[in-house]
């Protein structure tokens, strides 16, 4: 989850001053980072044993160009979506992502494979 109170327009800003619908929203999406950092570090601890460190580095940096570096991790028997190749790393051998277009923003997953059967997944 990348929501932070930053990416609003000023305009947008002061109405959710004036709303009081910011009220405590700074605190839930830290909460929720945290959360989701927690969860991945554990995840990416097993991942670095059976891929190695470099592919877990690859990984979350693929994450941030992606601009979901606070996103949580699933994991995943089968990934959804279509095939890419990528030869900007040679750790990570398939990335299968799905995108859909939604009142004028852009939502998606990325699958990364780990092992047979076994993808970690994204939200983008």
Do not use: H
């Not at 990348?2 to 405590?24: C, M, P």
């Not at 044993?49 to 470099?54: A, E, F, L, P, W």
Request: charged share 35%; proline share 2%; aromatic share 12%.
């Amino acid at each position: 989850m990348n929501n932070s109170i930053e990416e609003f327009s000023q305009d947008e800003k002061d109405f959710l001053e004036w709303s009081g619908f910011n009220e405590g929203w700074e605190e839930y999406v830290k909460e929720i980072q945290v959360a989701n950092k927690k969860s991945n570090d554990r995840l990416f601890r097993v991942v670095e044993k059976i891929k190695g460190r470099q592919f877990v580095r690859d990984f979350y940096k693929l994450m941030k160009f992606m601009k979901s570096p606070n996103a949580r991790l699933r994991v995943v028997r089968c990934p959804t979506g279509q095939k890419m190749t990528d030869d900007r790393t040679n750790t990570i051998s398939e990335i299968w992502v799905e995108l859909k277009y939604t009142t004028g923003e852009m939502e998606g997953t990325v699958g990364i494979r780990v092992k047979e059967n076994r993808w970690l997944q994204f939200a983008v």
